[in-house]
Structure formats: structure tokens, C-alpha cells
């Protein structure tokens, strides 16, 4: 790792304090050395463990639905995370998209004090400033009045098993942080997203002879017309301002080689839906255009179900992923806002995502008060080029602490 010269120091994280800038540094190096991309993030989650155990915070592995895929909860104040209401669940997932472009992944080297690596945007460096935050709040020997709760999880860039299994334990909370990258802002809300496909279904038949087979590309240009005519609503979110849901025809698969005529055409796309839509509301407004399509066309043959390419697990396709907002006057921001301002920074912008995150399953499935505030810039994730300042990732663990010491302590 190059030379990181830390140029932030706070009351919890800095030089001479209770967790040096250096050994944030490091524990974040690991942690993004650690390929944990969905799927196998077995060894990042035994590191994150062994990263709490020896700094004596409690830890409990709480199994998902896939072997060796497991949720790390690791609590300060109790000796189980569902031993009593907690005063803050700060949830991160440790899972990572492939590497996809990205040339040298896991070189952590430090230059300019920024650190690369795959999934140190989105979001190991978030989940690993709050693991740091914990460990400075133990650090400090205090009692806290109500516990603290790391929610780390698995598999959310994928079936999100993780938050999934999380929600199942009925885990309570006054409050909670999804510390994905908001990049300084803080964020209060979420579109949710559906993903559907559509099977149209034609006849086979040599290219030369067209006239025998049933074209499934032809017959699915109605229902094109009509998804790309589709409009949504506008939702009034208050001073996060009007939203409205959105439709992405993305992927079309159909024949099988150039000189046969079509037996089926496969159309895939993103539905974003906003509060008040949820992922069935949405797969009937496909339906029905399907239905006006099958007006004009008689006999076509075409059915609408949520499915994604990466999803094999009935329960996600049964959940769905779905919209969520927290109202803008919620006290947890004052608590944030009055944490950050300690750290030097002034107020924190309020924001609604057009993207999705697990607030979703805080909100809707646990009724927990949830915002999203977390280091990096989100539009790097996924990139061929990931990168966080480290003091700014030392930052956000600050303003955890604070955050923690108003709601814990």
C-alpha cells in the first residue's frame, strides 16, 4: 500500500484518537483485497468477523437461503442484536459486482490519499466506516443506554438474500443508515425496480419458405409500440420534488441463426416504480398492454412474468423490489446533520435516488426510519474505476460515532 498522509482528525478517528486514520486505512485495504464478488462471499465474511471479534465486538453469523453466503451482525452494547430494540442499525452490504473491466481490482495501493479497487464504492468503504465507528464507540469503555447494530449482508447486487434473511429475523431498531455512496449528500428514499420478461411465442421455419413459420419478432412489435408508449404518473414527494416511474425495454432475444424464421422472441426490461407502485401494480400495466396487443393480433401468443436473468430464487421474484420514502422532517437527519457539522462539514443535502438500495427491506419489511449516507461517489460503482478519498471514508466513520453517541449513549 503507497503513503496515505491523513489530513482528517476528529474527536473518535484521527491521529492520537481512539482509532488512528492508519488503521482505518488498513482494515479498508483488507476488506477490499478480499474478492467477495455475489456469489462467493464466504471469505470476506469471515474476515469482517474476525476483523470485530478481535477488537471485542460481538458477532453472530445468521445464515441465508445459499451455502456459505451469510450475514454478519456484529453489536456493541448487547450480546445478541435481537436481544433488545437497538438505538441505530447500520446496514452494508459486502458483496460486489464481477470484475468485469476493471484491470487490477484488488491493488489497493494508495495514491493522492484515494484508494481503488473493486466494490470500495459501492460499498465496502461505507460498511467498513461504520465497522471502524463501532470500534472506536467500544474503544471509548462506555455503556451504551440502547445497543448499536452493524447489519453486514450478502448478495444485495444480485437476488438479496442477504437483506432478505435480515428482515426475516424481526431485528428492531429506532433507527437505521444504509451506508451506500451518496457522495455527501444524504438520501431519503428510493424507486424501487421490477424486472419483466416477456415470451412471445411464433412457429419455426426455414427463412427461405417465411410463409410456413410464425415470425415472434413480428408478432411482438404491438407489444414494443406499446411498452414505448407507456407514462406514468407523477408522484409529489414534497421538497425532494415530482417523480415518476420509468420503463426500460433493455434486452431482445429471438431466433436461433440468421436463415430461420423466429419461434420466439424474449423481451427483458426495468420497470422503476416510485411510492405508492409496487412490482405487481407494475407487471399489470405489462399485462395490459399485452392484452391491447392481443386485440389487434388474434391468437398471438405472449406472457408477462417478473423474472431477471441473474434471479433463480422464487422468493425475490415473489417480493420484489420495491419503492420506499422516509418524510423529510424524519429526526434521524437532525441527528446526521448535527453529527456531520462536528466533523467540519456544513448541512448535508437532502436527496431522493432514482436508483434502488436496500432501504427498501428497513422500511417496508421491519418498519425501521431509514436514511442513506455513505462515502464514495455512487456514479463510480461498477466502473472500471472505483476509488474513495480515505479521509473521507474516515469522515463518514466520524460521523457515525456522533450519530451514535446522541442515539446510544
Known amino acids: 500500500m503507497g ?7 476528529g474527536a473518535y478517528i484521527g491521529a492520537g484518537k481512539l482509532l488512528t486514520n492508519e488503521e482505518l486505512c488498513q482494515i479498508l485495504s ?50 445478541s442484536f435481537l436481544e433488545k430494540k437497538n438505538g441505530l442499525l447500520i446496514h452494508g452490504h459486502y458483496d460486489t459486482v464481477p470484475v468485469l473491466d476493471m484491470l487490477d481490482p484488488y491493488n489497493t495501493e494508495v495514491v493522492g490519499n484515494k484508494m481503488c479497487g473493486r466494490g470500495i464504492v459501492d460499498q465496502k468503504s461505507g460498511l467498513v466506516a461504520a465497522l471502524c465507528a463501532a470500534i472506536a464507540v467500544k474503544r471509548t469503555g462506555r455503556t451504551l443506554k440502547k445497543p448499536l447494530c ?21 431485528v428492531k431498531a429506532d433507527w437505521a443508515i444504509v451506508t451506500e455512496p451518496t457522495n455527501g449528500n444524504c438520501e431519503f428514499g428510493c ?52 417523480y415518476q416511474g420509468t420503463i426500460c425495454v433493455s434486452k431482445l432475444d ?50 408477462a412474468e417478473i423474472a431477471r436473468p441473474d434471479w433463480h430464487w422464487p422468493e425475490i421474484r415473489a417480493r420484489g423490489l420495491n419503492p420506499t420514502c422516509t418524510p423529510a422532517d424524519c429526526e434521524l437527519y437532525n441527528v446526521l446533520n448535527r453529527a456531520a457539522s462536528r466533523t467540519g462539514l456544513p448541512d448535508v443535502p437532502k436527496k431522493f435516488c432514482n436508483g434502488y438500495n436496500d432501504m427498501d427491506f428497513l422500511v417496508n419489511d421491519l418498519g425501521i426510519p431509514t436514511l442513506v449516507y ?6 463510480m460503482a461498477h466502473t472500471a474505476h472505483e476509488e474513495v478519498d480515505v479521509d473521507d471514508v474516515c469522515r463518514v466513520a466520524e460521523v457515525f460515532c456522533h450519530m451514535i453517541e446522541e442515539l446510544c449513549m
Not at 198 to 214: C, D, E, F, Q, R
Not at 276 to 298: T, Y
Request: net charge negative; aromatic share 6%; charged share 25%.
Open 150 to 170: 452493524i447489519a453486514c449482508v450478502v448478495d444485495e447486487e444480485s437476488e438479496h438474500r442477504g437483506s432478505y434473511a435480515l428482515a426475516q429475523t424481526g
Open 374 to 379: 455513505g462515502s464514495g461517489d455512487g456514479s
Open 3 to 9: 503513503t496515505y498522509e491523513p489530513n482528517f482528525n
Open 30 to 79: 483488507d476488506v477490499v483485497k478480499c474478492d467477495s464478488t455475489f456469489g462467493r462471499e464466504g471469505d470476506c465474511g469471515r474476515l469482517l468477523t474476525k476483523i470485530a471479534a478481535e477488537n471485542g465486538l460481538m458477532v453472530e453469523i445468521t445464515p441465508t437461503s445459499a451455502e456459505d453466503r451469510f450475514n454478519v451482525m456484529i453489536t456493541v452494547g448487547a450480546d
Open 254 to 303: 429471438a431466433g436461433t441463426a440468421y436463415n430461420n424464421v423466429p419461434g420466439e422472441a424474449v423481451i427483458w426490461m426495468d420497470r422503476r416504480t416510485v411510492p405508492g407502485e409496487d412490482s405487481q401494480l407494475a407487471l399489470g400495466q405489462v399485462r395490459d398492454v399485452i392484452a391491447e396487443a392481443k386485440k389487434k393480433i388474434p391468437g398471438l401468443q405472449a406472457e
Open 191 to 242: 424507486k424501487g425496480t421490477t424486472p419483466i420478461r416477456i415470451t412471445v411465442k411464433g412457429l419455426t421455419a426455414h427463412a427461405s419458405n417465411p410463409w410456413i413459420g410464425v415470425n415472434a419478432i413480428e408478432k411482438a412489435m404491438p407489444i414494443l409500440e406499446g411498452l414505448f408508449a407507456m407514462k406514468f404518473p407523477e408522484v409529489d414527494l414534497g421538497e425532494f420534488g415530482k
